[in-house]
């Protein structure tokens, strides 16, 4: 009999006692256990408890893809403590906005070097850092464990699991707020759509704070599959990081487009380097017919290529569709969206909010985030509640993609905003045009997103000054308030930067200066 769970913590309980001698995490030099797995999640649950942290309440996590972090925001699941992973190399600027904006009681990190970033970090937020170390991890007593089942009872399907945030429209991030119904939902469909089972073993490529690490973690470790975190410094060694995954014997990989279109032009990407894996999956943004059919040639014999997508405020992925030789009978545009998760609904909605074959594209069903954390305002405007017969109370997301549908199959058209996917990111361009215009002697700024060609896309910012700037200069103070990927690759300077006929600063126009 099918049993069906209520909150993530009583899930991963049940999947670690059925597990307990399967490999949970494998790194280069050491395995650990489910076994092992659960041990720390009940010592650092106890550790959450003796901090006076509660149901609701919210930790940061510097996350570096350690074993103890992976097992604290496990912990976090078992007492219905919210958690939100940090990127550690980001601005102190951008984290302090983040830690704020979710309220955050406590932060953890698990690499000593960036012991001093994070315990500034809390000295802003006026609360405590700590370094995850197994020497601080408390014993826990019969009573310990009495108490956190107890606990772990009165976690709900409608209480937060994590907040992941993006860029926003206003300059400030969204956080996300997704709960652990909207997992729960995504696990089942996961584990079944992919056939995981625990053989399998996850390439944990992306990291922590970004969407795809989703899917990863929770498909991953709540099925008895293994997981192979990924560090971030393999990430920029095309061959060594193939190498690594292959020698782990991963099966299954999923990654932004663009790594892997990195990785089959550096040519490390091979299937005598890769030879466990059945699966790579792709979503994030859009993976060119062209460029896709070199990576489908290579390995549509050994794994089967398939395109996944959806936004974080939907649970990671809420479509997934399998590439066939019929996908390339042209090599235009790019392939279908797939079908939706089980359960799932949607509806495109023309500029005058009627049903059309062209449109934004709403996202209804289970997966649906409860809004924006602490953002009444912007979650108002995204996610609503339907009154319709068809839809009645079932919470819908407006996504902002415009779509096609033909023949029963989703295509991606375009935004409906100066949202932009780069790198798998998913950024506003006004976020960048504000941190540009905080710059001495900026007096006006925008952001274009320049193709290159099919594959390859590059921010192109444009500032009216009339000081003698430098651009090097602009991109080291703009390191300090933006991450890595949202600093434009290169920067124009102009005495004034056209309007349109409303008076705003004219992307068209500036695009055809490129």
């Not at 299937?271 to 070199?294: C, D, H, N, V, W």
């Not at 991606?412 to 905080?438: C, P, T, V, W």
Request: hydrophobic share 40%; charged share 20%; glycine share 8%.
């Amino acid at each position: 009999m099918t049993k069906y769970y209520y909150n993530l913590g009583s899930c991963f309980s049940d999947t670690a006692k059925r597990h307990g001698a399967d490999i949970a995490l494998r790194y280069a030099d050491s395995q650990h256990s489910y076994a092992d797995l659960l041990i720390w999640v009940e010592k650092l649950a106890s550790l959450l408890l003796a901090g006076k942290l509660e149901r609701g309440d919210v930790i940061a996590i510097g996350n570096s893809k350690g074993p103890l972090t992976y097992a604290l925001m496990l912990a976090a699941l078992r007492l219905g403590v919210v958690y939100v992973n940090l990127d550690v190399a980001s601005p102190l600027s951008r984290n302090l906005r983040i830690a704020k904006l979710s309220g955050a009681k406590h932060i953890f990190h698990d690499d000593p070097e960036y012991s001093k970033a994070m315990a500034e970090l809390a000295s802003n937020c006026d609360c405590s850092a700590s370094l995850l170390d197994f020497d601080i991890l408390p014993k826990v007593t019969s009573a310990d464990r009495e108490l956190q089942q107890n606990l772990m009872q009165k976690v709900d399907g409608a209480t937060i699991a994590y907040v992941m945030f993006t860029s926003g429209s206003t300059g400030e991030p969204k956080g996300v707020a997704v709960t652990h119904q909207n997992v729960l939902h995504f696990i089942s469909w996961g584990v079944e759509r992919f056939q995981i089972d625990n053989q399998d073993n996850f390439a944990n490529i992306s990291p922590m704070y970004f969407d795809n690490s989703v899917f990863d973690f929770y498909v991953g470790l709540f099925s008895g599959a293994s997981l192979t975190p990924v560090s971030r410094e393999l990430l920029t060694s095309p061959y060594d990081l193939v190498t690594h995954v292959g020698n782990m014997g991963c099966t299954i990989w999923f990654s932004v487009p663009s790594m892997l279109i990195y990785l089959m032009a550096m040519k490390a990407m091979t299937p005598t380097a890769l030879p466990g894996l059945r699966r790579i999956i792709f979503g994030g943004e859009g993976y060119p017919k062209a460029e896709l059919k070199k990576l489908f040639d290579l390995f549509h014999e050994q794994a089967v290529l398939v395109n996944v997508y959806g936004p974080t405020e939907c649970t990671c992925i809420c479509s997934a569709y399998d590439i066939s030789n019929r996908d390339f009978k042209d090599l235009d545009g790019l392939p279908p969206l797939g079908e939706l998760n089980q359960n799932f609904d949607y509806c495109i909605l023309d500029d005058e909010d009627e049903d059309a074959d062209v449109g934004e594209l709403c996202l209804i069903g289970p997966n649906v985030a409860a809004g924006y954390f602490n953002d009444p305002e912007r979650t108002a405007a995204s996610f609503h509640t339907l009154s319709s017969s068809r839809f009645f109370m079932k919470h819908m997301y407006r996504t902002g993609d415009i779509v096609r549908e033909s023949e029963g199959m989703l295509y991606f058209s375009g935004r409906k905003d100066n949202q932009i996917k780069h790198m798998g990111y998913r950024i506003e361009l006004e976020e960048i045009e504000h941190a540009l215009a905080k710059l001495p002697g900026v007096h006006q700024s925008a952001v274009v997103y320049h193709r290159a060609n099919v594959a390859y896309g590059k921010l192109i910012g444009f500032i009216a000054s009339s000081d003698e700037v430098d651009e090097k200069d602009l991109k080291a103070k703009l390191g300090s308030l933006l991450p890595e990927y949202m600093i434009p690759s290169t920067i124009i300077v102009k005495s004034e930067l056209p309007k349109n006929a409303n008076g705003k600063v004219d992307r068209q126009t500036l695009a055809k200066l490129i």
